[in-house]
């Protein structure tokens, strides 16, 4: 992908703010991050090169995401059990979080060359494997096979590329 001077300017500008406040987030080369994209990793995320995070995105999560992966605007990667309120007699507001209990953190795994596609969610604790298709809308909750397209809530295999 080629990007204006400005894009590549404001990027380099979000990049550095979350390499800064995240010790545990580690960014690779030629990374576009959009504009008001939330990324956060209270024990470690890797993201690798050649990435395109598109505006409004959410990326709060343990794991990685593999190079020349594409994220859609308004996507949601985030933490499936984020807040212990099945385990737990506490009302949601006081049930223990992932930052006090890391056995709530259930890292994810996003292979290469994969895009996602606008709105999706995936909950951690999957696997998508390499130049898989996440379709707009779908919510991922089960691990994906390489090379498949995969659409719904929950998201199911509807195509595999050749």
Do not use: W
């Given at each position: ?28 080369k ?35 995401i593999?190079?020349?992966?594409v ?49 999706a ?31 719904g ?5 509807i195509?595999?590329?050749?």
């Amino acid at each position: 992908m080629k990007f204006s001077f400005r894009q590549k300017l404001f990027s380099i500008i979000r990049k550095f703010y979350f390499l800064i406040i995240n010790k545990n987030l580690k960014i690779g080369k030629n990374v576009h991050i959009g504009r008001n994209c939330s990324i956060a990793s209270i024990y470690n995320l890797e993201i690798g090169n050649d990435i395109y995070i598109g505006k409004n995105v959410t990326i709060e999560i343990e794991g990685s995401i593999g190079d020349g992966t594409v994220i859609a605007n308004t996507v949601g990667i985030i933490g499936r059990n984020d807040h212990d309120v099945v385990n737990t007699n506490y009302r949601a507001f006081d049930a223990p979080v992932v930052r006090d209990k890391r056995e709530l953190s259930v890292p994810i795994k996003i292979g290469e060359g994969c895009f996602i596609g606008y709105g999706a969610i995936i909950l951690s604790g999957v696997e998508i494997g390499n130049n898989s298709v996440i379709a707009a809308g779908a919510v991922v909750t089960k691990d994906i096979k390489p090379n498949s397209i995969v659409a719904g809530n929950p998201a199911k295999i509807i195509n595999t590329k050749i």
